[in-house]
């Protein structure tokens, strides 16, 4: 611990946590960016669902605009749109699909696998909304853990879903979802699935923090392996990056901030990331930033240079 | 990877553990799924819905048929109620199935669980009409009919049978549902002037019975008599285009002079 480049990182670290401290109001704003982003993305994507079937919006001419849900949709009458899980799942209970839901879940995979899979659960998924509330209160409310659970618990409810989809008959995850759920009862009329979202809630809260976006929903886990070539990725400059550790305590999915591994390949490699960019808004020294997986490597090496 | 060894307790704990999480939360899973399946019994589905076990795995909950339907007659159900969760159904009494002949609800499922192999609305077979004989006005002797005449397949699906009366001028007029024909689009449920309608739509598996392949008809034309077991080749539905004859007695008893 004598160590002098020890301590002098630790200053370094220091000073980049007051730097975020000391932010005027204005950058403070800045750095919700992404947050604002990101509730006018989700926010637009309900609209135009909620618009089509209770405003008859239409587009080009008589063709609804986007009608369905997240489920199964079709926009403008020209590109379809299917849950790539929900299709798996129809699979698996041993019917066929048509050729129209297939061509829909292809279109929205290779979406995602371009992307990044987890765009998916920050960017458009409605219940992410509800859990960032539960987060945000609970870092302000200081909510001490109760236990630990793994987060690849996912991956194992993932697996559950397809097998029991298989066993059942039914498309198990998609009869009990509350991604599924809270789209239907925005858009279609209430039933109880506000409930489960409020249990959601809830339990994000007070029991396990990030815990259904960030720990058991096997739709985020399934994204989360299909982008795992996303892209675009959040890029990571170690030379500018002082370990102060903000970006880590804003991530709802920490883990994927693995300081190692940063340095090792230079950018955040794991599909559990979102990118929901709240770490490259709040990096006191813009270390964290957006950009192409193909320019990474050639960025990083010209940020050395 | 720390290089401590995991002894063979612990292995066999970790292992019933993890077996004892999978199953408590599969079981868990598995009857909310099928509590939720079975959930109710009654439901009426659009029209080409394949038949119940195949529409609940096939039905991706979408709501692109409730969009496509122009009368607002489809709903998806909501969770926690009495029908399956997210799929669409509809309430004959509230709005029933207009039966469009370009079938918009059809075309518009992604997933083929309303299927595209119904070509002719008429050929939809979304319930079957039933009538409380007892509550029906027409059993009772009055002149209602209504079913009848709103019947989009009039004459087929619901025919009149005349039944003149001994002590009666007028005849009994009775609706009789063809279940050859009968598309469950509610529009006679939804026309039925009683309080609570005396003829409804019921899913098929409700109402209809089955007699068997062992009785043989002897006594109709189509019977083939002989003395082996085989089973008789089913008779074609007997197509009744009930019109109502000129002169069937008590019919137009306002107009005859008294006797």
């Known amino acids: ?305 | 990877m720390t290089g401590k060894t995991t002894t063979r307790r612990e292995f066999l704990l970790k292992a019933a553990q993890g077996t004892a999480m999978a199953a408590t939360g599969g079981l868990l899973w598995v009857y909310l799924l099928r509590q939720e399946a079975r959930a109710h019994p009654y439901a009426l589905r659009p029209p080409g819905a394949l038949v119940e076990k195949d529409f609940n795995a096939t039905c991706i909950k979408c709501g692109q048929c409730v969009n496509a339907c122009p009368y607002d007659t489809l709903k998806l159900a909501g969770a926690g109620g009495s029908l399956p969760i997210g799929m669409p159904y509809f309430i004959p009494r509230d709005i029933p199935c207009y039966l469009c002949p370009d079938i918009p609800c059809m075309r518009a499922c992604p997933t083929g669980a309303l299927s595209p192999d119904l070509k002719d609305i008429n050929d939809s077979r979304m319930g079957l009409a039933v009538i409380d004989l007892e509550n029906c006005l027409s059993w009772k002797g009055l002149r209602c009919e209504i079913c009848h005449r709103e019947c989009p397949l009039k004459g087929k699906a619901i025919s009149l049978e005349l039944h003149p009366r001994a002590q009666s001028k007028h005849a009994m007029f009775y609706p009789i549902v063809n279940s050859d024909f009968c598309t469950g689009c509610g529009i006679c449920e939804k026309a039925c002037p009683t309080a609570e309608a005396a003829i409804r739509i019921l899913p098929h598996g409700m109402v209809q019975g089955r007699i068997g392949e062992h009785y043989r008809l002897g006594w109709t034309f189509d019977t083939e008599i002989s003395q082996d077991f085989k089973p008789a080749e089913t008779a074609p539905p007997a197509v009744q285009e009930t019109t109502v004859p000129d002169k069937a007695p008590g019919v137009d008893y306002l107009n005859e002079g008294e006797p």
């Open chain 1, 1 to 305: 611990m004598s160590d002098p480049t020890d301590t002098r990182l630790r200053a370094d670290a220091q000073a980049s946590l007051r730097k975020i401290h000391e932010r005027s109001l204005g950058a403070r704003m800045w750095s919700w960016r992404y947050v604002v982003l990101r509730r006018i993305a989700q926010v637009t994507i309900l609209l135009l669902f909620f618009g089509t079937a209770h405003w008859g919006w239409q587009f080009p001419g008589d063709t609804p605009l986007l009608t369905g849900n997240l489920s199964s949709s079709e926009f403008m009458g020209l590109l379809p749109m299917t849950d790539p899980l929900a299709a798996l799942q129809i699979f698996l209970t041993g019917h066929l699909l048509t050729r129209e839901a297939l061509i829909g879940a292809a279109v929205v995979f290779i979406f995602y696998l371009l992307l990044g899979g987890r765009v998916f659960c920050a960017w458009v998924c409605p219940v992410n909304m509800v859990t960032d509330l539960a987060g945000w209160l609970r870092t302000r409310l200081d909510i001490k853990p109760l236990f630990h659970v793994p987060r690849n618990v996912r991956y194992y409810v993932l697996a559950a879903a397809l097998i029991l989809s298989a066993i059942t008959g039914v498309a198990a995850f998609e009869w009990v979802s509350p991604v599924g759920m809270m789209h239907r009862e925005i858009i279609f009329g209430l039933g109880f699935g506000f409930l489960a979202l409020l249990a959601i809630f809830l339990f994000d809260l007070l029991i396990l923090k990030n815990g259904w976006c960030g720990h058991l929903c096997p739709l985020g886990g399934f994204w989360s392996l299909v982008g795992r070539g996303g892209q675009v990725r959040v890029r990571f400059d170690r030379d500018t990056c002082t370990h102060c550790g903000a970006c880590g305590a804003v991530c709802p999915e920490p883990q994927v901030l693995n300081l190692k591994k940063l340095e090792e390949r230079g950018l955040v490699y794991s599909g559990e990331c979102s990118n929901c960019g709240r770490c490259t808004a709040l990096c006191p020294e813009n270390s964290l930033n957006f950009d192409l997986r193909a320019l990474i490597r050639k960025h990083n090496a010209q940020a050395r240079d």
